[in-house]
Nanobody, 124 residues
């Protein structure tokens, strides 16, 4: 079993930055991939980015390339999402998720465990 807790969300003006953090407990953190998703009101949950366990290979949705960066600390059991140049359309609840099967997919079905989410609001 894996438990995930996100933090770092908040209100920021357009063009600003936020850093989200996700703390993981349970199974050996370095052995599985982690992803970030987001869900805006009335919309489906969408993939943002993912990072593999030991290699650190990353995968980004096109709409965040060059603005967001995912990283992980396998000693602290944390994954981070650095978000720069934020836009009002980035407003959503952001979730971290664990991929224990190693599918490394850009879809929620590929992830086994989810955090409770953290709200990010970008004002114009």
């Amino acid at each position: 079993q894996v438990q995930l807790v996100e933090s770092g969300g908040g209100l920021v003006q357009a063009g600003g930055s936020l850093r989200l953090s996700c703390a993981a407990s349970g199974r050996t953190f370095r052995s599985y991939a982690m992803g970030w998703f987001r869900q805006a009101p009335g919309k489906e949950r969408e993939f943002v980015t993912a990072i593999r366990g030991s290699s650190g290979n990353t995968y980004y949705a096109d709409f965040v390339k060059g603005r967001f960066t995912i990283s992980r600390d396998n000693v602290k059991n944390r994954v981070y999402l650095q978000m720069n140049s934020l836009k009002p359309e980035d407003t959503a609840v952001y979730y971290c998720a664990a991929d224990l099967k190693g599918l490394f997919l850009a879809t929620p079905i590929g992830y086994d465990h989810w955090g409770q989410g953290t709200q990010v609001t970008v004002s114009s």
